[in-house]
């Protein structure tokens, strides 16, 4: 153990089982390192709260949680717009928007497009189709708009003039705006097994979808 003079925030022990490494990814990667990042802790920390049984820790682990699994939903989108058109959609941090893009241009623009499938046939020897028609996109936005409205509800609530762009999750990260005021003034309550089923619902068809396309790109 350091004395306090010597401690720093930023030290580089040397010692590979106990040392996160980065700087060292491409785009690609550092995306997929995020968004993994993200899912996987908030997987954590909800078999943490749950194997706790405890009040203090149910009632307040559930804000890193909630903003761990949307920043990964978001990276996720991101992820998967950057693989196919080598740049982030535009959208900011507002799910639906980026889903739509994704929908769009990724989804019915190069997976599910003739045209570009017949590109994608003549650079690759070993071409292998993949069909999305058992996935319900229609479920998925209706998820995200689920997400997202619980985002906008009560920042709007406080925020009447602001623009949904503005959001920035902060109503999961902060709960108190920069005008002083509680997000939420009444009572809510929210299942934690039911929460981490559905965004891994939506996590799994998004990286199906990244998967098709990295598969289609790579050449």
């Not at 990042?37 to 908030?42: Q, R």
Request: net charge negative.
């Amino acid at each position: 153990m350091k004395d306090k003079v010597s401690m720093r925030i930023f030290y580089e022990s040397k010692i590979m089982e106990q040392s996160a490494h980065f700087g060292w990814q491409n785009k690609d990667s550092a995306l997929y390192g995020l968004r993994e990042g993200y899912k996987n802790s908030a997987d954590d920390l909800v078999r943490t709260a749950l194997k706790s049984e405890n009040i203090k820790t149910l009632d307040t682990y559930i804000f890193p949680i909630l903003f761990s699994y949307r920043h990964s939903l978001e990276i996720s989108l991101k992820h998967i717009y950057l693989r196919c058109w080598g740049k982030l959609p535009k959208g900011g941090h507002n799910l639906i928007t980026l889903w739509d893009e994704v929908k769009t241009e990724v989804v019915d623009g190069f997976i599910n497009n003739e045209a570009a499938l017949e590109e994608v046939k003549r650079n690759k020897t070993d071409f292998v189709p993949y069909s999305l028609a058992g996935i319900n996109l229609t479920k998925v936005r209706l998820l995200l708009k689920e997400f997202q409205e619980a985002d906008q509800r009560d920042f709007e609530r406080i925020n009447p003039s602001a623009k949904q762009t503005d959001q920035n999750a902060d109503v999961w990260r902060y709960l108190i705006s920069t005008d002083n005021d509680l997000y939420f003034t009444s009572s809510h309550s929210i299942d934690y097994l039911s929460l981490k089923e559905s965004i891994s619902y939506l996590y799994e068809i998004f990286d199906f979808i990244y998967h098709i396309t990295d598969e289609y790109l790579s050449y």
